[in-house]
């Protein structure tokens, strides 16, 4: 993946926290200090992920654990618009913004598996 493209996947990714930041101060007072604030921890954690990625020569693992951590992030989401704390348009909205971050790693690490020889 080129410099340009792991800045955009960076840029997708701070959008998707602001958007979220945005869409948890809907939450009752006594989830967020709870969901809301492990969301908050997730999505920190992808960007903190992307970040490291972008650095290290080897990727494959961390590409993995970035991966998992947004299929959590999405769950958690989930949850959220199950449990009622979200509206189903902001879901749709966040759930998007993820697809497109997912959609990215996921070229990201297709990207990291081929040899080095055939880029």
């Not at 998992?68 to 902001?90: I, M, N, T, W």
């Not at 993820?98 to 020889?117: F, L, S």
Request: proline letters at 2%.
């Amino acid at each position: 993946m080129t410099q340009q493209n792991d800045l955009l996947i960076r840029q997708k990714c701070e959008a998707m926290i602001e958007y979220g930041y945005i869409a948890l101060r809907q939450f009752p007072k006594a989830e967020r200090h709870v969901l809301s604030a492990e969301i908050r921890h997730t999505m920190l954690q992808v960007l903190r992920l992307i970040v490291i990625c972008n650095k290290r020569y080897h990727k494959k693992t961390t590409l993995q654990d970035l991966d998992g951590e947004l299929d959590l992030l999405r769950s958690q989401v989930r949850l959220a618009k199950s449990l009622g704390y979200l509206d189903f348009k902001k879901y749709e909205i966040w759930a998007r913004l993820n697809d497109e971050i997912g959609r990215m790693v996921g070229g990201w690490i297709k990207a990291a598996a081929q040899p080095r020889g055939s880029d």
